[in-house]
């Protein structure tokens, strides 16, 4: 399957194949010189499978984890790029997942004012959300994403066949945020969801949550309005990570948690039920006030309460303003026993 993706500046294609990662040359010219970045974490050889489709091509591999979207990094990789002489018709491309993908394709945004970038995503979350919607970024000065830019890639080549060596917590991790585009946004997609095997289904999924996020990504770009939707569990997600010093949570675990807190009691039924064949957490640890309190510090806070995402019934959503009070009984609905 190939979607093409219309942004402000360009279009770009979106490859779903299996084995589309030894094909790179049908989607992408390979006769450029490319800097392929991957991580510790990602099995070697799909960097070295992509690299042998390239006549010139150096590989970079970065620490595994969110630590490497630091500046330091982002600086390694453009003196890789100024010390093997790349030009202005040359490209990144990254093998990885969110933070492979946010990163070079920063890094490629900026060196020489923007080359080429080409994203190759290797793990469940990139491939449904991260790579589509040219947002890269890396952290800096203790916040996430601060310093970026929208920069479309090239092309983006998803392959679910990598996925044979992500370990299954990770796959749950990253179906996490297609179970969030259906709740808010495709009833269908949610329906398939509850009355199928998403591990056998992968495709389907990963096709499902594409076509949201390409709808949602052309008639938003650059998040003013629409696009928010995507942040549906990520403020609760985010004030959990926050209470917690992130315990031993991954980011999709706490939006999934995090989604029940906006839904209403019969969505939040059925999300915790969907949640739980993928032995995703739907329980929080409810102790004082804490999570409250990052709520209420939470950036898109806005004086005595919060903008919040809410799904009241599958396949729809509302953007809400909570005040304090009414933020308190969604919070302690949702996780107080
Ligand atoms: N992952 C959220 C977004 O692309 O806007």
Known sequence: MVLNVKTQTDNYNIILQRGAINRVAEFYDTAKKALIVTDSGVPFEYAKTVSAQFSNSIIKVIPQGEKSKCFDVYKDLLEALCENEFSRSDCVVAVGGGVVGDLSGFCASTYMRGIDFVNIPTTVLSQVDSSIGGKTAIDF???????????????????????????????????????????????????????????????????GSLRIKKYIVEEDEKEQGLRKVLNFGHTAAHAI??????????????VAIGMLAFSSPSVRARLTSLLKKYNLPTEFDFVGDTILEALRHDK???????????????????????DFNQLDDAVKGAYLK
């Open 241 to 254: 990570e926050t209470a917690t010093g992130l315990g031993d949570l991954l980011h999709g675990e706490c």
């Open 141 to 207: 000065s203790g916040y996430k994403n601060i310093v970026g830019a929208f920069y479309p890639p090239k092309v983006v080549i998803i392959d679910s066949d990598v996925l044979k060596t992500l370990p299954q917590r990770h796959i749950n991790n990253g179906l996490v945020e297609s179970i969030k585009m259906a709740a808010a946004c495709d009833k269908d997609l949610f329906e398939f969801m509850e009355n199928n095997d998403l591990y056998e289904n992968v495709d389907k999924v990963i096709e």
């Open 300 to 322: 898109k806070s806005a004086g005595d309460g919060v903008n919040v995402v809410y799904v009241n019934e599958i396949g729809s959503f509302e953007f809400k303003f909570l």
